[in-house]
């Protein structure tokens, strides 16, 4: 039986699969059940790109100059009528049988795995509601009932009509349709009627179908961009636009930090305008709080924070990207299976990574902005993702002992390093104020040896898992066994160590019975030069960086035993040590010791509460004071 013989009504039912489809879709909850349009504009949109693709090879078709464009009207109705909205398309069409298949049923496996996800209390049925072919059904969310008339493109097709209230039937029958493509009338609910208005229609188009390529009027006017600043050039596009564009998106009025335009044809077809803000934390007025970039696929939205595509140390890039190698409704339990989805992510990062590359290179104040800005997320990145280090540390920035008020990298410290030397070299800390003046530079300050100034908490927390950097490795400066080169010492130097011999051990001994347990020993200093004492860490110390994180964290932090180096050659320990030979009940003995302990202490960013020091120095200040 021809399209033309076709002229009974006739009522079919829906499989059992479909029945419990368009009950869940006309009895569950939804976060969007603006949903609905989106889906039915992405169905008009691939009928219209048919259309034009037969268009190409074939002019006997109906309506061959029709504008290829979708038409959403919301018809005048009596205020007791139900709401009604018209979707119209000019494309390919369906005949009699075409919209049995394409309505009536759905592919077998399809439905049943949709089924079985919609059991899963964590999925959300939006998220994919076209993922397995149903995104036509998404409209019985908020219609009463839905009629679609369609007429197919081929001349001697008529038109046919399919009728359903989301019930266990559907009806198809002739229709009235001169004009090629498709048209869906819905019956709204009376909770949906918010929807028979054209102003929140327009929001919704404007919200995920702004760049779809074909026109899509909202009564007169147009609601669409059509065109998308990323499917530009990047050679046509002025930074005006760019920013003008991010300012839209976002609501930030502060210029972003870095604009990355690009597209890629190989391994996969992809656009991609990126932009990373001037602040991590967006502003009050800020549209977009939560990270992820726009996704699209065939100029349509399909997810509007997409975190599938950048590691969490990248969350704070913003923008769009566009693939139309990706299916429409990636679900976020499937992305991470999604091959095209890890192309476009591995893709993405290299780019997004050479990008600040080169700003470091080209405009190192501004990349000074960005590492004040969002180093810490990418020393966030190394500890939660170990395999990130190869391409993350070329990025980090410190101050150092010799690079003032600017930052080096670690490839530029190599650079500085003398040939003889071996390694790298950090200090821990709390401020660049506080380690510039720590003892364990002493040794490095009179051997001209730069060291890095790491004085952020998760620098200790990641240290060590940073063992080296372009085969140097990296090294704590309170290492007890730092095998620095030899230094000439003047004779007067080694005189003045000869003639406090006796003192000092005396001096030492005296450490030994004030501090106790605090202390796993009391040795002379074999590197220390302008400071009087300094702590250093046993050779077996488990986790000495962990401790520092205690102490930030507050969690159970006991001051950890470290070995007490003494200078015996600075003039406060020869002052002590004469002390104790010649006056050995001097109360400012014993209140010394104690003070060079928890001063040293501090320089390491160990001490649990230095405010408990102030009564020991105003006691040292009475006696020091006292006639």
């Known amino acids: 039986m021809t399209d033309k013989e076709q002229t009974q009504n006739e009522s079919y039912s829906f499989k059992a699969e479909i029945k419990q489809l368009l009950n869940i879709l006309a009895h569950s909850l ?106 036509f059904y998404s409209v019985f969310m908020v219609a009463e009932e839905v009629r679609v008339i369609s007429r197919s493109y081929r001349q001697d097709d008529t038109a046919v009509v399919w009728i359903s209230d989301g019930s266990d039937n559907f009806v198809v029958e002739p229709a009235e349709k001169s004009d090629r493509g498709t048209e869906i009338h819905i019956i709204l609910k009376k909770g949906a009627a918010e929807f028979a208005s054209e102003w929140k229609l327009r929001q919704i188009v404007k919200k995920y179908s702004d760049f779809v390529r074909y026109p899509i009027y909202v009564g007169e006017n147009q609601a669409n961009e059509q065109s998308s600043l990323w499917r ?10 760019y920013d003008q564009f991010y300012q839209q998106m976002t609501m930030d009025f502060e210029p972003p930090l870095l ?41 349509v939205l399909i997810q509007e924070y997409c975190t599938d595509l950048l590691p969490d140390w990248l969350n704070f890039v913003d923008g769009v990207v566009d693939s139309e190698d990706l299916p429409l409704n990636v679900s976020r339990e499937t992305v991470q299976q999604n091959r095209i989805m890890r192309h476009l992510g591995k893709t993405i990062r290299k780019r997004v990574l050479r990008e600040l590359k080169k700003l470091a290179e080209k405009e190192p104040e501004k990349y000074k902005k960005f590492w004040d800005e969002y180093g810490r997320a990418f020393k966030e990145g190394v500890a939660m993702d170990p395999s990130a280090k190869e391409e993350l540390l070329p990025l980090f920035r410190y101050h150092s002992s010799k690079s003032g008020v600017e930052l080096s990298s670690l490839a530029a410290y190599i650079e500085r390093m003398p040939e003889s030397q071996e390694e790298i070299y950090y ?20 051997r001209d040896i730069e060291v890095l100034y790491w004085v952020d908490p998760l620098d200790a927390f990641i240290a060590p898992s940073l063992q080296e950097f372009d085969g140097k490795k990296l090294r704590n400066i309170d290492d007890a066994d730092l095998d620095l080169p030899e230094i000439e010492q003047s004779d007067e130097t080694e005189k003045e160590t000869i003639l406090a011999d006796k003192a000092f051990n005396l001096f030492v001994g005296r450490c030994v019975t004030t501090l106790g347990e605090r202390v796993t020993e009391v040795r002379e200093s074999k590197v220390l030069k302008d400071s009087p004492v300094r702590l250093v ?46 006056q050995p009940d001097n109360e400012l003995i014993n209140l010394s010791i104690e003070q060079l302990y928890a001063s040293a202490l501090v320089q390491e960013g160990l001490h649990p509460n230095p405010s408990q020091m102030l009564p020991r120095i105003q006691e040292l200040m009475l006696l020091a004071t006292k006639e």
């Open 259 to 299: 604009t990355i335009h690009f597209s890629s044809d190989s391994p996969i077809h992809l656009r991609a305008l990126l932009y990373i803000p001037s602040k991590r934390e967006p502003g009050m007025m800020a549209l977009r709080k939560e990270p992820g970039v726009l996704l699209y696929s065939h100029n």
């Open 537 to 582: 860490s046993p050779e077996d110390a488990p986790n000495k960086e962990m401790q520092r994180i205690q102490r930030y964290l507050d969690q159970n932090y006991e001051v950890p035993q470290k070995i007490l180096e003494v200078n015996r050659s600075h003039p406060l320990i020869g002052n002590l040590a004469h002390m104790i030979e010649n």
């Open 30 to 135: 939804y976060k969007d059940q603006d949903i609905f349009l989106r889906e039915l504009v992405s169905n008009a949109s691939d009928a219209l790109t048919r259309m034009h693709f037969e268009s190409l090879t074939n002019r006997d078709v109906l309506d061959v100059d029709a504008e290829l464009a979708i038409h959403i009207e919301v018809p005048e109705v009596g205020e007791e009528e139900p709401k009604r909205i018209i979707v119209k398309d000019s494309g390919i069409g369906m005949n009699h049988d075409e919209l049995i298949t394409n309505l009536g049923t759905i592919a077998q496996s399809g439905a049943r795995e949709f089924m079985a996800k919609v059991d899963d209390e964590n999925f959300d049925v939006s998220d994919v509601i076209g993922q397995f072919g149903v995104g």
């Open 427 to 446: 200090v821990l800390g709390n401020d660049a104020d506080t380690v510039a003046q720590s003892p364990h530079l002493d040794p490095f300050k009179a």
């Open 232 to 241: 530009k050039s990047p050679s046509e596009a002025a930074q005006e636009e």
